[in-house]
């Protein structure tokens, strides 16, 4: 894997990081274990979410080793998931029409949809920009 290359963004990571006392950005850098604590502690009662602000440069660095770069950006994809999630425009972003309209037309499958692609979505990325294998 290219080491190279920028999968992720500080801005965008800081940007989560207002909303992190909720895990946003820890979704966003692919840490869905301790953004899902984060989620419920509020931040670990916001001390974890301050420490953060200092760990953010390190997230950013071990996710843009982790994932792989391509034609489906990760930061527009996390943008859509955070603001749009429920109209599954994030899914039609990728290329997934199908589970996009579903999506639409059921809230996000009843938040539960949204709530699975906060766990995955990097790595649903990162598949959609392997190469083709024949």
């Known amino acids: 894997m290219n080491s190279n290359h920028d ?9 989560l990081w207002l909303f992190g006392f909720l895990g946003a ?38 996710a843009d080793q982790r994932y792989r770069s391509g034609g489906v950006d990760y930061n527009v994809a996390w943008i859509l998931l955070t603001f749009l999630g429920v109209f599954g425009v994030h899914r039609m972003y990728m290329g997934k029409w199908i589970t996009g309209i579903i999506y639409l037309l059921t ?28």
């Open 107 to 134: 809230g996000g499958l009843f938040l539960l949809g949204v709530l699975y692609d906060f766990w995955t979505l990097n790595n649903q990325i990162s598949e959609r920009n392997a190469p083709m294998r024949l």
């Open 7 to 15: 999968t992720h963004s500080k801005t965008i990571g800081y940007l």
């Open 25 to 62: 950005h820890r979704f966003y850098y692919g840490r869905p274990i301790t953004g899902t604590i984060w989620f419920f502690t509020l931040g670990l009662l916001f001390i974890g979410w301050i420490i953060d602000l200092f760990l953010i440069p390190s997230m950013d660095d071990a």
